[in-house]
């Protein structure tokens, strides 16, 4: 039996102005999948992000959630989305578990049945203790993961997360990652945005790498990778010996200040080819990540 | 909990903001707020009145008089009444829902949830009216204890500051919705509330006014009509101007209700 997906959007497009946040996108993100939106800032993620959750309307194309379009069917919609914002909007005049039972009716949830939730949740991201702290008073770490146990309150089809793990420690991202994985293991379906690539590598089934509102590429990290980078890649360090060397060679590089990356099918040949007949300083061959498939596709240039 | 509309008839009436019956939750969470520090919200409308009756109503009135044949103090209690169903309101819907909106991003995370933006901004003035209600009859129980207004006939300022209330809600939420940032809050504040205190028949009757501004003051101030009707319910003596003032306010409260969401709308939906 086909699936239908969760969320499919044709040929999206949301104009502020002159300006074109989002220029005509489509994807389409299954049930139980982890999707990540990936670019630099300004590519229109969180733009799309405000679309799904219906709060942005958008100006041309076609977007359905749980099979609902979004401009006719905001209050349904939104009813099972949990949404994890790139701001932290707890309220900040109540306590923890006061934040949830209030968010909790929203969604018409009352009496004992949020008080439970509430308190399952609070337990869930490791916030019991701070189960009557007022907001102020918690970490960056921990208003992020009072944040997602909001998004859970109303046992969402479909959790949106912008940048989850914005400016948090390593101890609190790695926290928080853990916490999605067991969603994700439990067979939620989540798309989150994310300029952290070692995230997107950890967490996402499938992802797509937009910029100035266009979709460059979508795939699995690792296809991106081997299509993209290249499993392997070779890194030496520049000198004009190594570039003619290289040109010689004819594989395909490119030069970044003082480090040359050599992209190529046979990089531990293309590595003692330079060794033995260019005179390189250093040389290494790794891994290719998605941070290179990334700047490859979006340049170095810097963004804002 | 709310009421749905198909897809074909929304779409043909969205310039017509339309708020649910989700608004209550929206008012329970302000209402939350408020009494988690009720014993601080409640002292301003005591203090106030009893500041005010003592050194306008007994002190300057022991200069002044009587006004119309009514003792001063007796002419000032509703003016006080009616101020308080200004300022709580107004203020709670400028100043308090501009940080809610701008700063504490409050409508942003309950327009994530099935609230509508509609429904977020009703529920704000429906608790900007509540806080009238809420602080005119504290403050009638101290007038009460004076002994300056009529019974039974004041009682009936209750219900009344609920809609005044809700009027000067929606005023407040229009200027909220056009404010670039919280400090031009300050202009409609002091160029509108403050000369609005002084020229709406409060300290003294509109009368001693040149015609052109009692007509003025009359046909477009809203506390103007406010106080109308808080004095013909205290002294329990009717103005022949209640009939006009009170459709003014229920035209105007009408009026600022859809215009304030409408404008928020416009603000917040991007």
Redesign the interface.
């Known amino acids: 039996m086909a699936m239908q997906p969760i969320i499919e959007a044709h040929d999206l497009r949301k104009d ?1 102005g002159a300006l074109k946040a989002v220029d005509g996108i489509s994807f389409s993100i299954m049930p139980g999948e982890v999707y990540g939106f990936l670019g630099p800032n300004g590519a229109g993620k969180t733009t799309t992000m405000k679309m799904i ?1 219906c ?3 958008r100006t041309a194309g076609d977007l359905t959630v749980f099979g609902l ?1 979004v ?6 919609i ?2 099972w ?1 949990g ?1 994890v ?1 790139q ?1 932290t ?6 306590s923890c578990i ?1 934040n949830l039972i ?2 909790a ?4 949830i009352m009496g004992e049945e949020a008080r439970r939730k509430a308190t399952d949740l609070l337990d869930f991201v490791q916030l019991s203790e701070k189960r009557d702290v007022l907001i102020e008073k918690l970490s960056g770490g921990m208003k992020r993961r009072l944040i997602l146990a909001r998004a859970l309150v ?1 046992s969402p089809r479909l959790l949106i997360l912008d940048e989850p793990t914005i400016g948090l420690d390593p101890q609190a991202r790695h926290l928080m990652w853990e916490k999605l994985k067991a969603l994700q293991t439990a067979g939620n379906t989540i798309v989150l945005t994310t300029h952290y690539l070692e995230e997107a590598e950890r967490l996402c089934d499938r992802l797509v790498i937009m910029d100035q509102g266009k979709i460059l590429v979508e795939g699995t990290p690792a296809d991106l990778v081997r299509q993209h980078a290249g499993a392997e890649i070779v890194e030496v360090d520049h000198s004009p010996d190594v570039v003619s060397c290289l040109e010689k060679m004819g594989v395909r590089f490119e030069v970044f200040g003082d480090i040359v990356q050599v992209f190529s099918d046979h990089p531990k040949e293309v590595a003692t080819r330079l060794l033995s007949t260019c005179n390189p300083g250093k040389v290494f061959v790794r891994r290719g990540s998605l941070e290179d498939v990334f700047l490859s596709l979006t340049g170095r240039a810097l963004r804002d | 909990m709310y009421f749905s509309l198909s897809p074909g008839e929304r779409s043909g009436i969205d310039m017509i903001p339309l708020p649910t019956t989700s608004s209550w939750k929206v008012w329970r969470r302000n209402a939350d707020v408020f009494f988690k520090t009720y014993l601080v919200n409640f002292l301003p409308p005591v203090i106030e009145p009893v500041l005010y009756l003592l050194a306008l109503g007994y002190g300057l009135g022991m200069f002044v008089g009587e006004i119309d044949g009514i003792p001063y103090v007796h002419y000032i209690a509703p003016a006080l009444l009616a101020v308080s169903m200004m300022n709580s309101s107004f203020f709670e819907c400028t100043y308090s829902s501009f940080v809610r909106m701008y700063y504490q991003k409050t409508f942003d995370a309950m327009i994530s949830t099935p609230l509508s933006i509609e429904d977020v901004i009703a529920g704000e003035l429906l608790w900007g009216a509540t806080r009238s209600l809420i602080y005119t009859s504290a403050m009638l129980v101290v007038l009460i204890a004076f002994g300056v207004i009529s019974l039974p006939s004041s009682l009936l300022v209750i219900p009344f500051s609920f809609l005044a209330g809700l009027l000067f809600s929606g005023i407040g939420m229009c200027f909220t919705a056009i404010s670039p940032g919280i400090d031009t809050l300050n202009y409609p504040a002091y160029l509108f509330i403050t000369p609005m205190l002084l020229f709406s028949g409060t300290f003294f009757p509109l009368s001693v006014l040149p015609p052109v501004l009692q007509t003025a003051a009359l046909a477009i101030l809203p506390l103007a009509q406010a106080v109308i009707i808080a004095r013909s319910m205290t002294l329990a003596t009717l103005s022949p101007l209640f009939i006009y003032s009170m459709a003014w306010i229920a035209i105007a409260t009408t009026m600022f209700f859809f215009l304030s969401i409408h404008l928020m709308k416009r603000r917040l939906v991007v």
């Open positions: 502020f959750e709060v942005s309307p379009d401009d006719n069917n905001p209050r349904e939104k009813r989305l949404v914002p701001d909007n707890l309220d900040s005049d109540f006061q209030t968010y009716r929203y969604f018409g109303n």
